[in-house]
């Protein structure tokens, strides 16, 4: 009897898993591409971005520009509340609650295969050192003129290997701080002051990852760069 009810338990629940199996497909897969992962997070409220691309790059997890976000791949397996930390890092209004949001997304382990080998960190080429010192004066300058001293001080240094980008901010990450790469090709080729408007350029980023927005090129980051007056009239490629 109880071997007989156990049977026919077990056997309705098998029946029952096919069955939940079967709206998994439907509504609880984990999303496959892009657009199947844009739905997903527009049905827990993601509002304001028309496009996702899936990205690969190791310093990206979460930016946004002109309503297009960029998103690592390794996010599409990620359970649900991890999916839920994104549209709350993206929708949120309390820094607060931006930052609790982006320290799920940060503890989220990328796959090894999903992360390309890390490159040896670069360093700032003796002869270029004189160079980064300026440029590291014209930060501490600029956060007091312009974002009224709150910006953390962060390295400047000057790249040798960037050739496409003209500059680059990195935030902290693997125990290695946050940093502001600007490319020596670009002083050389554009001049000074150029680059000083390259070097503004990351200190909105900056400031966007310690206000705990998601980096990128979006409505903020130009009302951001308007008040600290980039006047954006060369329209080269910024990273
Ligand atoms: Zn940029």
Do not use: C
């Not at 029946?15 to 984990?30: I, K, M, N, V, Y």
Request: proline share 5%.
């Amino acid at each position: 009897m109880v071997l007989r009810a156990l049977i026919g338990r077990l056997r309705g629940l098998r029946a029952a898993s096919r069955d939940t199996r079967q709206l998994a497909l439907e509504f609880h897969g984990p999303p496959r591409t892009g657009a199947e992962f844009l739905v997903r997070l527009q049905g827990f409220g993601l509002r304001g971005v028309r496009a996702m691309t899936l990205t690969r790059n190791r310093s990206v997890m979460v930016s946004l520009t002109d309503g297009t976000l960029r998103v690592h791949r390794a996010f599409l397996a990620a359970p649900e509340p991890v999916h839920r930390a994104i549209v709350r890092f993206l929708m949120a209004s309390r820094r607060a609650e931006r930052l609790a949001a982006r320290r799920v997304l940060t503890g989220y382990p990328i796959g090894d295969e999903e992360r390309r080998a890390p490159r040896a960190p670069e360093r700032t080429h003796p002869d270029d050192e004189k160079l980064a010192a300026s440029l590291g004066e014209w930060h501490a300058r600029y956060n007091r003129e312009r974002f009224g001293g709150t910006l953390r001080r962060v390295t400047v240094r000057v790249s040798r290997r960037m050739r496409a980008r003209l500059g680059h901010y990195a935030p902290a990450q693997q125990g290695r701080p946050a940093e502001i790469a600007i490319s020596r090709r670009h002083v050389r080729r554009h001049g000074v002051a150029e680059a000083l408007e390259t070097l503004l350029h990351e200190m909105v980023h900056q400031w966007q990852d310690e206000q705990g927005h998601p980096l990128g090129h979006d409505r903020r980051f130009r009302e951001k760069s308007r008040d600290v007056g980039i006047v954006g009239r060369a329209k080269r490629v910024v990273d």
